[in-house]
T-cell receptor, first 116, second 109 residues
Framework: DTGVSQNPRHKITKRGQNVTFRCDPI?????LYWYRQTLGQGPEFLTY????????KSRLLSDRFSAERPKGSFSTLEIQRTEQGDSAMYLC??????????????FGPGTRLTVL | GQQVMQIPQYQHVQEGEDFTTYCNSS?????IQWYKQRPGGHPVFLIQ?????EVKKQKRLTFQFGEAKKNSSLHITATQTTDVGTYFC?????????FGQGTILTVHP
């Protein structure tokens, strides 16, 4: 399978614990995005990378959230001191772009986080 | 910031009826993308529109991009039960996507 993959698919944690998710984009895709989706809503942008550089972060991304893409390939999203409000589906997407107006994003299956 | 509004929120149709969902952006978009998400699934890319006034067809699906590049629509002709799911539009401004709330389509056989 050459699509976007995410691990784990499900994560249940207790409030206050740290969690880390991994995303493997489609190979050769230079951009990688993180989104968060809650029930009944569309995905909300969190942050994105072009190669290893983090180019934009949403105001939704509090200082408890950190994302990395150290070698420009896979990415990790860490949430420290989780809160119940962090419960959501965390989606990763990747695209191949040269900076023009087209930037088709392909989504992974997501990691569903439940904070008890 | 950019806002994308999508209507209706829900649409129930009988199999064979047509379906349309509309998308409006508060700002001019560089392109608009449409996704379908099945219950329990993740957004699956359907199509991207880039040019002002562009119309694209995929079998029974017709996508339009407004002249001002601020609105778009998706029309499904003669719905089938396999069309059920949530349809999202997402506006792009040279990077991140801003999604609408989605339209949940239910098709009754």
């Amino acid at each position: 399978d050459t699509g976007v993959s995410q691990n784990p698919r499900h994560k249940i944690t207790k409030r206050g614990q740290n969690v880390t998710f991994r995303c493997d984009p489609i190979s050769e895709h230079n951009r990688l995005y993180w989104y968060r989706q809650t029930l009944g809503q569309g995905p909300e942008f969190l942050t994105y990378f072009q190669n290893e550089a983090q180019l934009e972060k949403s105001r939704l991304l509090s200082d408890r959230f950190s994302a990395e893409r150290p070698k420009g390939s896979f990415s990790t999203l860490e949430i420290q001191r989780t809160e119940q409000g962090d419960s959501a589906m965390y989606l990763c997407a990747s695209s191949l772009t040269s900076g023009g107006p087209t930037d088709t994003q392909y989504f992974g299956p997501g990691t569903r986080l439940t904070v008890l | 910031g950019q806002q994308v509004m999508q209507i209706p929120q829900y649409q129930h149709v009988q199999e064979g009826e047509d379906f349309t969902t509309y998308c409006n952006s508060s700002t001019t978009l560089s392109n608009i993308q449409w996704y379908k998400q099945r219950p329990g699934g993740h957004p699956v890319f359907l199509i991207q529109l880039v040019k002002s006034g562009e119309v694209k067809k995929q079998k029974r699906l017709t996508f339009q991009f407004g002249e001002a590049k601020k609105n778009s629509s998706l029309h499904i002709t003669a719905t089938q039960t396999t069309d059920v799911g949530t349809y999202f539009c997402a506006g792009s401004s040279y990077g991140k996507l801003t999604f609408g709330q989605g339209t949940i389509l239910t098709v009754h056989p």
